[in-house]
């Protein structure tokens, strides 16, 4: 079974405006207070300015990444933390890359797990940044990750398709 996720994590509130400011963006409620929105085709064309992908000077490392939309995300953070998270899973292995901006700038990451590489200890890269931006692992769920609810669709399409 596959999982495949790109996707920005914060408030509610703090989304509702970067969405306002990209047509093709829509948020998706999460558990917790938090929602997402996730990075689509066209919504990353809309974040990239000229549309062209290029490996960010002093970021967090996201391939996809072009300099404008780590200009948006640094300039959304200054009203709140933003997560950027990305996960691609295939048969039990895959890679997750996750980082936090708040205050305009990067404060946790990038944080990285490769394809085979055991999970810490101390939670995967996505559990990591929900942690800081304010998820906490309800009783009975094995991580943030599951206690806001990311395991609900298995593709960055699907959050996308849930939105409406």
Sequence with gaps: MSYELQALIGTRELLTVAAAEVPAARVVPLAQGLAMIPVTSAVLAA????????????????????????LRLAAWSKAGPIACVEAEYFGGSGTQRAAVWADGAVTLGPLTIGEFEPAPADGTPISHVLRRIGARTEEGRADEFESVGLGRHRSTAGWAESAG
Excluded: M
């Design 47 to 70: 974040l990239q300015g000229d549309g062209s992908v290029r490996k960010p000077r002093g970021g967090a490392g996201f391939g996809w990444h072009s300099d404008g939309f780590e």
